[in-house]
Structures are given as C-alpha cells and as structure tokens.
C-alpha cells in the first residue's frame, strides 16, 4: 500500500477562536444551481438587480459567451444563439447606468487569456462603465469563478464563461449552443451555487485583495476597491457556511505564505466520514485526498464511496493521474467504492439507431454523510489543493512545479457546525444530483431508503448496460437508459470504454458522438489551441 505525507501546514488559517460574527446585511442562505441552464438564469436575474456593485472574478470571459436562460423543455433544434443573452452585452448595459461599479477580474497568464479580446471589445462598442484587471502569475492560474452583487449576494460559478461550457439538464448529446471549441461539444455537468450571509463578505474581501494586487494596463482601471463590509473573519471557522481558499505563496498580499484551507476542509471532512461520501469531480487526483479515503474505508466497515468522474478530462495528462491514483490505493476494486462516470443518449432521427455522447462531468462537488459539503472552484487535484507537483509522476515535473497552487474559493457546509436555515441542505444537494443521474424521482434516492446506496448505483449502472445492447427498438425509454450513468473504465478511447462496461455499440445501433484520435487522447489540442488564440 503506498504512503503519502498528509499536508497539514494550514498556511494561513485563522486562529481557532475567532467565529463569525453576524453582520448587518441577510442572513446565510445558500443555493443549489444544477447545470449552466439554471445557474445563468438566476445570475442574470440577480445582475439586472444589482444596485451598488457587480464584481467578478473568472478564469475566462468571452466576449461572446451566450448565457442561455431558457427552460429546459423547449422542443427542437436552437440556434446557436437563440433565447441567450450575451453576458459582455448584459455587462455593459449594467456599467452604462452610471450608478454602480462594474469590476472583472480575469486570469491572463499564457495558458489563458480572455482579457486583452475582453478589453478590445468593451473598446469596440465604446463601453466605459467596466473595470477589468487581469491576473498574470504563470504558471499558477486565476481558478476562482466568484461573482459579488452588491456586496450582499454572492455566487460560486462551476464554469468559465465560455460557450463550450453551457447545458442543461438534458444533456443531449448533441446540442448547437455547445460548440466544439473547449470540450469537443460534449454535454457538460456543473455544479454551482448563490450565497448570502457573512460568507459574502469573506469573498468580497478576496476579490478586493485579488483585484487591488492586480497590474494596471489603462487609466480606466486605476480604481482600488474596497470591501463593502469588514468580514468578521477570512475563512470563518466553526460556522455553518464559510469561506476557504487555496493561495500559492505571494499570491495574496495578505498571506504571504499561501493557504491550503481547501485541502484541509476536505481531509478534515473524510476524517469524519462514516457512512457515505460523494464525489463528483472534473478531476480526481490529488495523493492526500485518495490516501485519506482509502483510510476512512479501513477505518469504517460501513463506509461506502460513490464517485462520478470525467472519462476523458480536458488535459489528458489527468486521464492517467487519476486512473493510477484509484488502482494504487485500491479503490478502482474495492467492494464498498463505485466508480461511475456519465453518458448521453438520444434517437438519431427516424434510423432506429442511438446517439451516444459522454458528458463532461465538470462539478467539484464533496459530500460526507448528508451533513458536510464544499463546492466551488477547486479539483480534487494538486494544483487546486496544495501542489502541482504532486499530480506528476516523473522527478523533473514535481520537482518544477512543486508547491504551485492555483487561486482558488470554495464554501462548506456545515450542518454539524449548527445553523438552523441550512439544515437539510446537503442531503438536498444529494438528491438532486442523483436524481438527475440515475434517472429517479427524489422520493427514491431520498434519506432512510432502505437497502445500500452502492448497490441503487451499480443497478442503474448494469441496467443501463442491458438496455443499451438491447438497442432502441427494444427499450423501455426513447433514450435506452434511464438517467447517465455508466460504470467508469480506465480505458483511453470512448469506443473501449464503453467495450470495457460491456456495451457493444456495433450491435446496439450506437453512434458515438466524440471518438477523439490519438492526439487528442495524448495532448490536449483544445487548451493548447485556446492558449495561442
């Protein structure tokens, strides 16, 4: 069994008696947004609203990413722009009012930079109400995705504002409003959420350090920004609903040393774990994170692991970090774990065949027990938690990149920790995730069902199997599958993976949507494309 060294410097945590403070403003709430459909929709609404400020901080913006809104019911084929609103647009038609602040922060290092095409259009169309900055420090990344309304309402984005990266809760294999740029137009999965409480003020002074740490480029942008309110504390400890983050060394004038609260949060949760834990995440990789769920299983004879991971992530080098992640720790085998990752099915016209796409699972989602949860930008990966260098296999790439860190914010949710307006929150997270995945009512995946949540999984999952090889025409549903699930496979190619669960898609009449070549399996074309355009 391998070992690894559990990172538990806490660079940057608070002392352990300091407790939020309830400040003037709402009290904490939170809100669970299920894919980009329903994410953009209460966004925009809260942007057309906002009064004093709109502050964001995003890996990317495009200057023509379409925030589509529309119900998820709508019948046929969209354009590619109908029923959207294009988000620059609705950016500058907030900062033409002349009554608020509009500020965007971006990252703009070589691997990723929406700025400077951000910065020509807002000159384009003469817009001078919005601020933008962009943060430069290769090779860690700008990660957060966090935008601040009036210092009172707070969202944590799972994506970049991007079109490649919009769905809905169909997730149709197919779809023009997902164009092949980012994820070869694969269907796409997020998770975000809107908060309100003392957490906003948490986030609203790491934008504001964020932003004032950020070089000038124009007149224009010269303005500091301050806080609308102290926080009481950054991160909040022992409170239901609070802020962590994951900084490199020197990225925060304020901690200098860096911070790993993300990582923390995360091992501290697993610690705990005794019944379930849930994993939904873009990336599944980071040494301390695998090493600690091995130990909570050995630890506890009732422990079951449910995991939804990405088949073919967007950098390949993560497809076999995490493959060799789960095989050396035993997980990939292990009786009480489910591995699973997401597919799509729709009819091909009138030819009796199947469309088959995998969906980008692009959540960052840990749940302990129905009681314990972090969502926000951070992977379960080293980069995102504590190190790059600790996802690479080879001397030279650890030793490069080691102690690099992404900006990143996250929440938790703490039931244990009290907070009465939170209570049931994340079972109710739980729910809806798996309601959407496996196809189910929320009454059948709901808390005290009887009988092992693995064993529900690996049904739908071995179900779904049969009734792809039984082919459309002998299906129970139009699809062939009842919700996405699949068993995952550490196979490269989509067309092995689904061979490998035991799906023939010769025989079963399937078309599979994305069947990348070897290049694209090996080197990643899309970020490379993305970082010289």
């Known amino acids: 069994m391998p070992t690894t060294a559990r990172p538990r ?11 939020p403070v309830a400040l003037d403003g709402p009290p904490e709430s939170i809100e669970w947004l299920i894919d980009n459909a329903e994410a953009y929709a209460r966004l925009l609404q809260a942007l057309r609203g906002a009064r004093r400020s709109v502050r964001i901080a995003q890996l990317a913006l495009d200057a023509d990413c379409v925030a589509f809104e529309q119900p998820d019911d709508v019948a046929g084929a969209p354009s590619p722009r109908a029923g959207g609103d294009v988000l620059a647009e609705t950016l500058c038609a907030i900062g033409a009012r002349g009554d608020l602040e509009v500020s965007v922060l971006l990252n703009a290092t070589l691997l990723l930079d929406t700025a400077k095409s951000l910065r020509r259009f807002l000159a384009s169309v003469g817009a001078h109400g919005i601020q933008l900055r962009g943060v430069g420090h290769f090779p860690r990344l700008l990660h957060a995705k966090m935008i601040i309304i009036d210092g009172t309402d707070a969202f944590l984005i799972g994506s970049p504002f991007v079109n490649g990266y919009w769905d809905d809760r169909r997730h149709r294999p197919v779809d023009p409003r997902r164009p092949r740029r980012e994820l070869a137009g694969r269907p796409l999965h997020d998770v975000s959420v809107r908060v309100t409480g003392p957490v ?13 740490d950020a070089p000038v480029v124009s007149a224009d942008e010269t303005r500091p920004l301050a806080p609308h309110r102290t926080p009481a504390s950054m991160p909040s400890v022992g409170g239901a609903l609070r802020l962590v983050r994951t900084l490199s060394p020197g990225a ?18 697993i610690d705990s774990a005794r019944s379930l834990i849930y994993i939904e995440q873009q990336y599944l990789s980071a040494r301390p994170v695998v090493a600690a ?3 909570a299983l050995r630890r506890e004879p ?3 692991i449910v995991a939804v991971l990405n088949q073919n992530p967007d950098i390949t080098a993560y497809r076999a970090w995490q493959t060799a992640r789960l095989a050396e720790w035993g997980l990939l085998e292990h009786p009480r774990v489910g591995v699973f990752a997401l597919w799509s099915t729709e009819p091909r016209d009138t030819t009796g065949r199947l469309a088959i796409n995998q969906v980008f699972v692009h959540s960052k989602v840990l749940a302990i027990d129905d009681r314990w949860a972090t969502i926000g930008s951070a992977n379960l990966d080293g980069v995102s938690l504590h190190s790059y260098g600790d996802d690479f296999q080879g001397w030279l790439g650890r030793r490069l990149f080691r102690g690099v860190r992404n900006v990143e914010a996250n929440v938790v949710v703490d039931e244990m920790s009290g907070g009465v307006r939170l209570a049931g929150a994340v079972a109710d997270l739980r729910r809806r995730l798996w309601s959407e995945h496996l196809g189910m009512s929320d009454d059948d995946v709901a808390e005290g069902r009887s009988g092992p949540w693995l064993e529900l999984w690996r049904q739908r999952a071995s179900g779904n199997v049969a009734a792809l090889n039984a082919g459309l025409a002998a299906a129970t549903t139009t699809s062939g599958m009842r919700g996405f699930v699949l068993p995952y496979s550490p196979r490269a190619a989509p067309a092995e993976q689904l061979a490998d669960v035991g799906v023939c898609a010769s ?16 080197l990643s074309p899309y970020w490379v494309r993305n970082m010289f355009s």
């Open 9 to 19: 410097q806490r660079a940057g945590a608070p002392a352990q008696d300091r407790h």
């Open 200 to 212: 906003v003020d948490g986030l609203d002074a790491m934008f504001c350090e964020l932003w004032n």
């Open 252 to 269: 925060s004038p304020g901690m200098p040393e860096g911070a790993t609260e993300i990582l923390d949060a995360c091992l501290d949760a």
């Open 293 to 295: 769920l091995a130990a």
């Open 302 to 304: 009732a422990l079951e």
């Open 507 to 522: 025989s079963a009449g399937l078309d599979l949507c994305f069947d990348p070549g070897w290049l694209e399996l090996h």
